[in-house]
């Protein structure tokens, strides 16, 4: 899953994208409007956290932009104003969640993964294939009932496979999602833990469709 953070301060944007990305989440960050509606537009994320007061353009201007445009990912705006009216706007551009600041990074991290759910139309965290049961909300794996020792950068791998589980899945979906600006190089990484994937859960369950990508099944 890949998340585009939208603010001006640079100490909280470095440190929502610190938390962000310890908890496996890719993550790319923007520091003006203007910068956050160009990433918005032209790269594919399954969730903005957008401040609503923005250089450049504000909070209230790239969501309107971004609707007008037909970009339906889910937005949780982030404001230090407390304000019933201020909340409800929000709501009423498109906004699926509304967080106050100051705030808890736990409690973030909790909402994103309530509205990714939301936004694939579940509720229920947990996902399971055969033996291999995932807790998004928790973010733990289990096989065969035993906890898994996984990185955060293979349990995003997983859990982008698993929710698309029994279809095929592009290297170009994968690359877009899983891996961000801090990721150089990334030409053979996904190669890299795909085959580690396989070496902890096993070759049957996930399977290379050639010139097309992977499949995730029992």
Known sequence: MKIL??????????????Y???EGYAADAAANGEEGLYKALNWDYDLIVLDVMLPKLDGWQVM?????SNRDMPVIMLTARDQVADRVKGLNFGADDYMVKPFEMDELIARIGAVLRRNKGTVNPLIKVGTIEMNTAARTVHNN??????????????EILMTHQGEVVSRDYI????????????SNMLDVYIYKLRQKFGKN???TRRGMGY???A
């Open 5 to 18: 953070i939208v603010e001006d301060n640079d100490r909280l944007r470095k440190s929502l994208l610190d």
């Open 145 to 158: 009932g035993q906890l898994q020792q996984i990185t955060a950068r293979e349990y995003a791998l997983l």
């Open 64 to 68: 309107e932009e971004l609707r007008k």
């Open 175 to 186: 690359y877009e999602h899983l891996f961000d600006e801090r990721d150089e190089s990334i």
């Open 205 to 207: 369950y996930l399977q």
């Open 20 to 22: 962000i990305r310890d």
């Open 215 to 217: 499949i995730f099944a």
